[in-house]
């Protein structure tokens, strides 16, 4: 009879000898909060990213966007510290938006108090959005500094998607950062005394990538609450109020 090696811990992690007797990591457990995004998950985070609430088919099926590794799920590593900031900070927007839209109390003059926007001043958003294709916003970055981003098109949603299809990211962190570098890219408009509108994407694209992390992740909070304002000014009740 073989005589197996000892179980070493390290750290958290117990060592397990494989039957070779060399040690490996245990599998992570299948439901813990940072698994990655397959069986049917990868496809509604996209959308929360993307500002699309439509409901989305979440059967346990493999998902499209995301190939499952080796082994399976069991297999992840959970993502942890400050690469999750985006993810937990954009998915708390989505929450309180579920959440308002969800309670038959909630009207959408109550969505737009939220935003601190009158009946008045929703009218001239959606008609910027519906004649002149987009609308604009500035929000006070620090006390010296401000940006302003505009609406998306559809067709930035789709650059988006391609670059998740193409990229296959595995984890939420990596998919929250390629959607909010190509998100940024595409809504800011001056920043920094710098003027965008005439610039391409991929050379905005670059200088998001060049700015300093905590900067970025700050720009992607305020363009968060740009998008869900936007979100809740183009809802069901354009209909009912407009």
């Not at 040690?23 to 909060?33: E, I, Q, R, V």
């Not at 992840?76 to 510290?81: C, D, H, L, Q």
């Not at 959440?99 to 935003?115: F, G, I, N």
């Not at 936007?230 to 209909?239: A, F, K, L, R, T």
């Amino acid at each position: 009879m073989i005589q197996r090696p000892s179980t070493p811990e390290i750290g958290s992690f117990n060592v397990v000898p494989d039957r070779n007797g060399n040690s490996m990591l245990p599998p992570m457990p299948s439901n813990t909060a940072h698994e990655p995004i397959f069986n049917g998950g990868g496809e509604e985070a996209i959308r929360k990213f993307m500002g699309n609430s439509a409901p989305v088919n979440t059967s346990p099926v493999c998902d499209p966007f995301y190939p499952a590794l080796p082994g399976g799920t069991e297999n992840a590593v959970p993502v942890t510290g400050p690469a999750l900031n985006i993810v937990e900070q954009i998915d708390d927007l989505q929450s309180q938006a579920e959440s308002l839209s969800k309670s038959p109390d909630v009207t959408y003059t109550d969505r737009l108090k939220k935003h601190n926007i009158s009946i008045d001043r929703a009218k001239e958003i959606v008609d910027a959005i519906l004649f002149k294709g987009e609308y604009q916003e500035t929000y006070q970055l620090t006390q010296k500094h401000t940006v302003t981003f505009k609406s998306r098109m559809f067709s930035d949603q789709e650059r988006a998607l391609r670059a998740l299809e193409s990229l296959s990211p595995q984890y939420p962190a990596s998919m929250a950062a390629i959607v909010s570098k190509n998100n940024l890219a595409a809504s800011i408009v001056r920043f920094a005394g710098r003027d965008f509108t005439k610039l391409a994407f991929k050379d905005k694209a670059e200088y998001i990538e060049k700015l300093p992390e905590p900067l970025v992740r700050l720009l992607a909070i305020k363009l968060g609450k740009f998008d869900q304002m936007i979100m809740d000014i183009m809802d069901d009740g354009v209909i009912e109020n407009f």
